[in-house]
């Protein structure tokens, strides 16, 4: 744990270095992967030994390995942008809330970008869903926590996005942790235009993000998220369709007005899976409320 503390303390100033460094000279470069774990790659990182390879996904490969001793998530990114900036300064802001990973590490390996991140044991929430349902109780416990987790990176006019069961990890004593803040947006980038397509993962997206209505995106977008994801949790289905065309065609209709068979998910599921974003909570108070917890 030392050197946890050690490394994430190092990490600060890396990171400053390399997002100046990075963005004065390659930002420009369109160079697509190139990096293996090769021998001399293993050595330069100090990596004793590789756990786990998981599916790359876009531009970014993930492997859980064995580094300077310490079980950890070794992502190489390929293109480097305005997003993975943003998803580094996250990580920096809230380096000290425990329900987000640690960054330990920072450093470019030729034209990629190499992230050591804290290893969280356990298992994401997609790999655990039957713990969950039909247990009301324990599904609106579990979001409870997940908007304290998510309370100050709100407060700090940040947004997920994407906030779904792959994107929020159980660990062994059951608590939460939320990962991938890949696509997180800041409300108060003025440089963001309010315009244009907006990423999202269509089963878990509120409507503003599948309209493509960027000036509507708030922490009220993330609390739509956290809606979905508990009728999923209790139910097994999707409440609004199994398509994005489905799912599309729905948001355009009249609210849907939601009776799953439990009072306490009910009241909360009709407060905040409100079509309209004005109608949702104000407030993230509002929010864990009416999860009556």
Known sequence: MNRLVVQRNIFTISLIFFIITYFC???????????ILSPDFLKHFNISEILDNKPTSGQKRVHIVIKDGIKIALKIISV?????ERELKIYEVFKS??????????????HELVISEEYIEGQD?????????GDSEKIRKLIFLIAEIMEPVWDGDYVHRDLKPQNIRIKDDGTPVVIDFGIARDLGDGTITPIGFQPNSWPFASPEQ??????LIS?????FCLGIIAHFLFTGKLPFGNSQLEISTC????????DIGDEPLNLFLNIVLKYKVAERPRTVENFKNSLSI
Do not use: W
């Open 251 to 258: 948001f355009s209709q009249e609210q849907i007005t939601f």
């Open 210 to 215: 599948l309209f493509a209505k960027k000036e």
């Open 97 to 110: 809330n425990n329900g987000i990973p640690c960054i330990l590490d920072v450093q470019r390996y030729g």
């Open 25 to 35: 000279v390659y930002k420009n470069t369109s160079m697509l992967a190139t990096t």
């Open 219 to 223: 922490y009220r977008t993330d609390f």
């Open 125 to 133: 929430l997609s790999q655990v869903l039957g713990e969950y349902i």
């Open 80 to 84: 480097i942008d305005e997003r993975i």
